[in-house]
């Protein structure tokens, strides 16, 4: 875009090409007191300057409240949700995952993180009369091979974890021709995986369900401790290659993270209240994410038939739309699913 596009007093478009500003879009990588010292213009002048640039930069126009809640909006369905797989989480959630944002569930090893990821890949696959979206899902790995046999598990096990579903639907689900896996060894592959392959796969109506489990490996592996500026602009290229997928692509996109300890409690301001670990990668990423989920394993255990479970539970750690609650969670056979409160616990030796 021209300097003369923009709707500036010519004065403030003629210092900043005396400053040599490259275009439009650099404009916004100063900051104000920079922008003043390069080009001698007043604070206001400045401020004006950066609205201006914003505005010409933005791929979309903001939307009215009012707009979203009518779904006069063809790019976010207002109030359309993807099920968990489970009522009683789903009530947690309001329906479950929001079509439009990134949603990051984090926990430690074991948690139950994994188990919830690939439980959505088959609740994706229902029609929207069942919670579903009707479509497929894609599992791209960055830690670990994929639990293909813990997929084939909770297939099978569909038919009991979905009982509110009349058998005959489940039973027409082909899910296993419907979940395409990606695997990303570092940076490079992983955003070449966001920005051409899953846009094809969203494109063609394949799939509707993005699930990249972890966000934190690659980061974690590939920078050090004195990388930092340079860990934070990947980052954000990165959560920028989602959110185009969430929102231009109108698709939910779940980011399985995984935590770090917190030594007292002013620290935790990212997770839980009562927790003793927080979500990793910081408060760049923290500012990326709309809904936060956190799943705890605790010392409990519950049984239900022939089969025993340690006790989760699943966490709302922030969202615009939720309040801070949680709800007891287990890892069966065929899924996960939430534990009624009055139901008996065993406190685990």
Not at 27 to 54: E, W
Not at 327 to 332: G, L, P, S
Request: charged fraction near 20%; glycine fraction near 8%.
């Amino acid at each position: 875009m021209d300097w003369d596009q923009l709707e500036l007093n010519p004065r403030i478009i003629a210092a900043v090409r005396r400053a040599e500003v490259k275009s439009v879009r650099s404009v916004l990588c100063y900051s104000s007191p920079d922008l003043q010292r390069l080009t001698g213009l007043s604070r206001s002048d400045v401020h004006q300057l950066l609205n201006a640039a914003a505005v010409a930069c933005r791929r979309n126009p903001p939307i009215p409240a009012l707009q979203l809640l009518h779904g006069g909006c063809p790019r976010l369905e207002s109030g359309l949700r993807l099920s968990l797989g489970c009522p009683m989480l789903d009530q947690l959630l309001r329906g479950g995952l929001p079509v439009g944002g990134i949603t990051e569930l984090s926990g430690e090893s074991g948690a139950g993180k994994t188990q919830l990821g690939l439980q959505l890949c088959l609740s994706v696959q229902y029609p929207p009369q069942h919670g579903g979206l009707d479509s497929g899902a894609v599992y791209i790995c960055t830690e670990d091979r994929f639990p293909s046999r813990r997929l084939q598990q909770l297939i099978r096990g569909q038919l009991s974890l979905r009982s509110d579903v009349p058998p005959a639907v489940t039973s027409s689900l082909r899910f296993s021709d419907h979940i395409y896996i990606e695997h990303a060894a570092d940076l490079v592959s992983l955003q070449t995986c966001l920005t051409r392959r899953v846009p094809l796969l969203l494109a063609r109506g394949l799939i509707r369900l993005v699930v990249l489990d972890s966000v934190a490996s690659l980061f974690r592996t590939e920078f050090g401790a004195g990388d930092w500026l340079e860990r934070t602009r990947q980052l954000q290229k990165f959560s920028s290659a989602l959110h185009h997928l969430s929102l231009e692509l109108n698709t939910p996109v779940l980011c399985i993270n995984q935590v770090t300890d917190v030594f007292s409690s002013s620290d935790n301001t990212l997770g839980p209240l009562s927790s003793t670990v927080a979500p990793a990668l910081g408060l760049v990423w923290a500012n990326q994410v709309m809904v936060r989920l956190m799943m705890r394993r605790l010392q409990q255990t519950v049984t239900e038939g022939n089969q025993c479970s340690t006790l989760r539970r699943l966490e709302v750690v922030f969202a615009p739309h939720l309040a801070r609650d949680g709800r007891d969670a287990a890892v069966w056979t065929e899924g996960v699913r939430g534990v009624a409160s009055m139901e008996t616990c065993q406190t685990g030796s």
